[in-house]
């Protein structure tokens, strides 16, 4: 059974930090590049963030470049994203996915999601 399980999230304050781990399991994980997506609510989805299989290539949205940072462990199977100086306006519900082999933009390329963490950030 594939499964991606995301965890880390919580309310934390504007300018803090917060880390977000991703458990993958029931698939070649090394194989898969994993992205993480952000919901807000009467928002689109949209990606954060996305680590690439074989060369490990990191990717990010404007909105987070410089703040945070994705990185993986294909030993353990996880993927983490590191958020820093959090804004209100990263308050969502996060989501790691997977695609086969390449960091694609859109949601409905991924193959796998995970059931998603809430990150709330009070002003």
């Known amino acids: 059974e594939v499964q991606l399980q995301a965890s880390g999230g919580g309310l934390v304050q504007a300018g803090g930090s917060l880390t977000l781990s991703c458990a993958a399991s029931?698939?070649?994980?090394?194989?898969?590049?994993i992205a993480w997506f952000r919901q807000a609510p009467g928002k689109e989805r949209e990606r954060v963030s996305c680590i690439a299989s074989s060369d490990h290539k990191q990717y990010y949205a404007d909105s987070v470049k410089g703040r945070f940072t994705i990185s993986r462990d294909d030993a353990k199977k996880m993927v983490y994203l590191q958020m820093n100086s959090l804004r209100p306006e990263d308050t969502a519900v996060y989501y790691c996915?997977?695609?086969?082999?390449?960091?694609?933009?859109?949601?409905?390329?991924?193959?796998?999601w995970g059931q998603g963490t809430l990150v709330t950030v009070s002003s």
């Open positions: 029931g698939f070649t994980f090394e194989d898969y590049a």
């Open positions: 996915a997977a695609d086969l082999w390449i960091c694609s933009t859109k949601g409905s390329q991924y193959d796998y």
